[in-house]
């Protein structure tokens, strides 16, 4: 498979085709979408795809990597100083839950669950491309703390973990598992404030 970088992503044409690609991919899975779909979507020709993108599977990494990359430069910023470590990790938690509670955000994790077993390249690259840039960009955002002395955390890495997983708590499964959807302002609120007062309590200063 040929790598992201080694690809022009930033052309009107390359972007007009991630497009069609993202909107195919989250409507008809990975498996149900083909590349005459993603072509009719993207209006253009099965041969203009195969300028840009070697394959399907090249495609939807790099849709989740589009994705991924521009909601973890949102959520997980490293430049706000003028935030008291509370305030910075409450609006972390609070679009982070909102993220993992988005449309975009479950059905990737959905897709990349079901096609794991059958194309585990797909969800090392999956992982790779989304969890893992908000987890070290997180971490990014701990070690700063840490240095300014805010807060005491002696495995960084482990703490990232904990700290998304409480973010997870149950709505995110409940939605996952099609049991709860559309979650109110209020909900996502009450994740995100337990997440923050649970993680400041096991390692604030």
Known sequence: METLQSLDLSSPKACQILEGARSAFLELGYEGTSVEEIARRAQVSKGTIYNYFPDKQTLFIAVVHGECQKQTQRIFKVDRDAEDVETLFRGIALDFVALLLS???????????????????????????????????????????????????????????????????????????????????????????????????????
């Open 103 to 205: 449309p975009f955000a479950q059905n990737i994790f959905r897709i990349a669950i079901a096609e794991a077993s059958r194309f585990p390249e797909l969800g090392r690259a999956f992982y790779n491309s989304g969890p893992a840039v908000g987890r070290k960009r997180l971490m990014d955002v701990m070690a700063r703390a840490v240095a300014n002395g805010e807060l005491a955390i002696a495995d960084i890495e482990l703490a990232a973990d904990q700290f998304i997983e409480l973010c997870k708590a149950d709505l995110f499964y409940q939605q996952l598992l099609g049991i709860k959807t559309n979650p109110t302002e209020a909900e996502i609120q009450r994740i995100a404030d337990g997440a923050v007062a649970t993680f400041l309590k096991a390692f604030g200063k």
